[in-house]
């Protein structure tokens, strides 16, 4: 029921920029942290960039100072704002949040479908 949707990925070339969304949807009480991650044609998944509840952020070593995240807590979004994109970016982009919905006591390890990112001239 509950649902992440990712959007924004495409085709850009190095140095540019594209700026990826994540809208969640369903019964969702409270969503802690939101995070991206990403994965590569035969490597595995990576976290790329996290916020938390209040929003403090961590990112992965290779994009910071080049990726922002953010989030809008009434909407129940998050945005990964990525710039001087490189090759080395390419990758589907995951949206993941953990997620409390109406009546539980457990989180929700709530992952999107992906975005295709490819970084290329």
């Known amino acids: 029921q509950v649902q992440l949707v990712e959007s924004g990925g495409g085709l850009v070339q190095p140095g540019g920029s594209l700026r990826l969304s994540c809208a969640a949807s369903?019964?969702?009480?409270?969503?802690?942290?939101m995070a991206w991650y990403r994965q590569a044609p035969g490597k595995v998944r990576e976290l790329v960039a996290r916020?938390?509840?209040?929003?403090?952020?961590e990112y992965a070593d290779s994009v910071k100072g080049r990726f922002t995240i953010s989030r809008d807590y009434a909407k129940k979004t998050t945005d990964l704002q990525m710039n001087s994109l490189k090759t080395e970016d390419t990758a589907v982009y995951y949206c993941?949040?953990?997620?409390?919905?109406?009546?539980?006591?457990?989180?929700?390890?709530?992952w999107g479908q992906g975005t295709l990112v490819t970084v290329s001239s």
């Open positions: 993941n949040a953990e997620v409390y919905r109406f009546g539980d006591s457990f989180h929700l390890d709530a």
């Open positions: 369903g019964p969702i009480l409270r969503i802690n942290h």
């Open positions: 916020i938390s509840i209040v929003g403090s952020t």
